[in-house]
C-alpha cells in the first residue's frame, strides 16, 4: 500500500480532473490503474489509487467516504476538490453485502467499477473475446497465465503486456455489450471497468 503524499496547497484550481479510486484488491488492481496512469503520464496528484485497506465492498466505499471527508477539509486550506471517487470491486458470485454497497455509494455521488466474477475478467479480455462463464475466479487465472507473458499471479503481472492490448479490451467489452444487451452482473461474466479507464484517459487530455 502506496504512503500518503503530500501536495502543496492550490490556490487556484489545476487543469486534468482529479480522481480517487479505491480498490478491493491489494497488488492487482492498484497495479493495473497505476501501471495506466504513468502510461499517460499524468501527475499523481490527479489521480490517486490505492488499495481500500480491505476486499469487502462496503470497506472500498467506506475508504472512499473517509477520502471525500479528508479532501473537503483540506479545500478549505486551498486544496483542490476532487471530481470524481470510484470503488473497484468484484461480485464473486454474488457476494453478501455487494447491493448494500453499491446503494452506499450511489447514495455519496460515487462511481462503481463492478467485475464478474472479478477483475481478471476485465484483463482476459485484453487478451480475448469471451462471454464463457467461469466456474470460478480461479479459472480466469488459469487462462492468464497461459496468455500474459511471463505468466499471471495476484502478487504481480506485466502490466505493460496487458496494456499494450487495451484497445483490443475495449473493444470486445463493446461487442459483448451488443451481443447481450439483457444480461445481468450475475448472469455472463461483464464488466463496467472500461468506464473508468476512459475517465482516466478523459483526466489525460484535460491536463494539457
Not at 52 to 71: C, F, H, M, R, Y
Not at 111 to 116: D, E, Q, R, T, Y
Not at 183 to 203: F, K, M, Q, R, W
Amino acid at each position: 500500500m502506496g504512503k500518503s503524499v503530500k501536495r502543496r496547497p492550490l490556490k487556484k484550481r489545476s487543469t486534468g480532473k482529479m480522481i480517487c479510486i479505491r480498490t478491493e484488491g491489494e497488488n492487482t488492481e492498484p497495479e493495473y490503474f497505476n501501471g495506466l496512469i504513468s502510461q499517460l503520464r499524468i501527475p499523481r496528484s490527479l489521480v490517486d489509487c490505492k488499495f481500500a485497506g480491505g476486499s469487502d465492498p462496503k470497506t472500498v466505499v467506506t475508504a472512499l467516504i473517509k477520502e471525500k471527508k479528508k479532501n473537503k477539509e483540506a479545500a478549505k486550506k486551498g486544496y483542490p476538490l476532487i471530481d470524481e471517487f470510484w470503488a473497484v470491486f468484484d461480485t464473486e458470485a454474488g457476494r453478501p453485502g455487494l447491493g448494500d454497497a453499491i446503494k452506499l455509494a450511489s447514495s455519496r455521488g460515487f462511481n462503481c467499477a463492478i467485475s464478474a466474477p472479478s477483475f481478471e475478467y476485465w484483463i482476459l479480455l485484453h487478451y480475448k473475446k469471451t462471454a464463457r462463464p467461469f466456474c470460478s475466479c480461479s479459472e480466469i487465472e488459469r487462462e492468464l497465465k497461459r496468455l500474459v507473458r511471463g505468466g499471471y499471479s495476484k502478487s504481480g503481472y506485466d502490466v505493460v503486456d496487458v496494456l499494450d492490448r487495451l484497445s483490443e479490451a475495449k473493444g470486445n467489452i463493446k461487442q459483448l455489450r451488443r451481443e447481450f444487451v439483457d444480461h445481468s452482473l450475475y448472469d455472463l461474466p461483464n464488466t463496467n471497468v472500461d468506464e473508468l479507464v476512459g475517465v482516466i484517459e478523459g483526466a489525460c487530455a484535460d491536463k494539457g
